[in-house]
């Protein structure tokens, strides 16, 4: 997701739907990569979540809708780094120097925001806990982060920057099979890592589930094989008709992770919220057509020019997150309930667009 002033950026290519030296810029990607960090705000802000339970328990359903409605969001942000990822494969002469530039950028965000959380954020907390109260919240935070080294090498200092860590991941994967003339092995190695995750997360209550002690939804485990079924869609012509295609997979994907769901919960007592199932593979596929469609619905010049900037929200909305929170405490009210996201992703944006002003800032969200 680097600037539209960095026509050479790998990682603008991997994330952000830019590969300007074959295709110009497909602007329904980045119009469906806002609506996907909506999305993804929405399940971070838990609108309509237990804190209104009290109040109307059609609150909770709703709840458990809207979250686990919105589970495409990070799928599809990793089925287009991989299409990306190979259509800047396929136009480079320096494969591997490729790779590795786009994992250090990467790595880049990741360091910088892993550093940029260990302030802390919740302003009612720290407001409770006195005059030092960022202090003995960020002294908790640390603490509480080393005293689990595998969610610290899975999460790093906020739980959302799993997605950046995963991405490694897959990318490494991909990078190495590639290197060694294997990548139409890369979909296999994924759905076998995908099959060992669903065993050991929402399947585990069944009889043909696992107990695995990580979280299956972070390294290499989860986004593989959506990386690798990004790579493939490169081998397929697109074409407009994918907007209609994709939203019929998108559909299909979407009930029948409702009814996973539901058949988990009623007989094995899964609890109901799932960061995915096989429902949500499909889900993440069919977003992905509909965005790879270009279609004319889809365009527009307003929409691409924030959705470029899809990477710095998704970072930064936590900041605001963890800010915000606290009001939830005093007002449990519908409205809120529909403002809380709404101003999470105002102010990220806000946020993201101020520091992209920054040439040394704008490494880190662009």
Not at 171 to 180: D, E, P, Q, R, W
Not at 198 to 214: E, N, Q, R
Request: with cysteine; aromatic share 14%.
């Amino acid at each position: 997701m680097l600037s539209e002033n960095q026509p050479d950026g790998p990682t603008n290519a991997v994330l952000s739907g830019d590969s300007r030296n074959t295709v110009e810029r497909i602007k329904s990607v980045d119009a469906c990569r806002l609506i996907a960090i909506i999305a993804v705000i929405a399940i971070h802000t838990d609108p309509f979540g237990p804190q209104v339970l009290g109040q109307d328990v059609r609150f909770g359903q709703l709840d458990w809708f809207i979250d686990q409605f919105s589970r495409f969001a990070v799928p599809f942000f990793f089925v287009m780094a991989g299409y990306f990822w190979a259509v800047k494969q396929r136009e480079s002469d320096h494969q591997w120097r490729t790779s590795a530039k786009t994992a250090h950028r990467i790595a880049l965000v990741l360091a910088a925001w892993s550093l940029i959380y260990l302030v802390p954020f919740e302003v009612v907390k720290m407001w409770h806990l006195g005059p030092l109260g960022p202090l003995k919240l960020a002294y908790w935070n640390l603490t509480t982060r080393l005293a689990d080294p595998l969610a610290l090498l899975g999460q790093s200092t906020k739980v959302h920057l799993w997605f950046l860590i995963a991405l490694l991941w897959s990318l490494g994967i991909a990078a190495v099979l590639s290197k060694i003339g294997r990548l139409n092995a890369l979909m296999p190695v994924g759905a076998v890592l995908f099959i060992i995750a669903l065993l050991g997360k929402p399947y585990a209550d069944t009889p043909i589930g696992m107990s695995i002690p990580i979280e299956l939804r972070d390294g290499p485990f989860f986004g593989t094989v959506l990386f690798a079924t990004g790579v493939m869609l490169t081998r397929v012509v697109r074409s407009t008709s994918w907007l209609y295609k994709g939203m019929l997979v998108f559909t299909v994907g979407l009930i029948c992770q409702f009814f996973e769901l539901y058949v988990l919960w009623s007989r094995f007592g899964t609890f109901p919220f799932q960061d995915f199932t096989i429902g949500t593979y499909f889900m993440g596929l069919g977003f992905s057509m509909v965005a790879l469609s270009n279609h004319l619905l889809l365009q527009g010049e307003r929409l691409s020019a924030v959705g470029q900037y899809t990477l710095g929200i998704y970072a930064v909305h936590f900041v605001y997150v963890d800010m915000l929170s606290g009001v939830g405490r005093f007002n449990t009210s519908p409205t809120w309930q529909v403002a809380y996201p709404i101003a999470v992703f105002v102010f990220s944006v806000g946020t993201v667009l101020l520091m992209a002003r920054s040439m040394k800032l704008r490494q880190i969200v662009a």
